[in-house]
């Protein structure tokens, strides 16, 4: 059940709707195949696609997830999450911060394995190349086939930008 307002793929375009909750709030939705699942209403500064993951500024703003911006000086500690739809620059909508969810990933991306960035934007990987980021808090229960994807199966957990890997 989904809370008064709360849509989860729900944008409120910026240039004709506006904000239609404080950024920062904070949504519960209780789904009856998944579970419980929170999300986090956000403006992203760049468009992106479902299940992109965007990682959070000052103010709630979130720019897509990528090993060049996610370092020790602009995002490590910052929370992360894969937003519900696709937005344009300057729209707002929700992120999802816990609970199981789509995640964007490159080809081959493991279950249960650890999570990194990678140079493509608001998406996760599990090589483990030196200088992309961790990110702990969010696993797959199942494999991303051979290409990038949205993968389905996603476990988030309050997940943030981690170390930088060597």
């Known amino acids: 059940m989904e809370f008064i307002g709360l849509s989860r793929s729900q944008v409120n375009v910026a240039a004709s709707i506006g904000r239609q909750f404080r950024l920062g709030t904070l949504g519960s939705f209780d789904d009856t195949e998944f579970g419980t699942q929170i999300y986090l209403y956000v403006q992203v500064v760049q468009a992106v696609i479902r299940g992109s993951l965007v990682l959070t500024l000052t ?44 995640a964007l990933t490159e080809g081959l991306a493991g279950a249960s394995r650890f999570l990194n960035t990678t140079d493509e934007a608001g998406s996760l990987d599990d090589d483990g190349s030196a200088l992309t980021i961790a990110v702990p808090g969010i696993i797959l229960d199942t494999a991303t086939g051979a290409s990038q994807a949205v993968n389905e199966s996603a476990h988030f957990n309050w997940p943030s930008a981690g170390a930088v890997l060597s």
């Open 59 to 102: 103010g709630e703003e979130a720019i897509p997830l990528t090993t060049a911006i996610a370092g020790p000086a602009v995002g490590q500690g910052h929370q992360i999450g894969a937003v519900q739809a696709v937005m344009g620059i300057g729209d707002f909508g929700w992120m999802q911060v816990y609970g199981r969810g789509p």
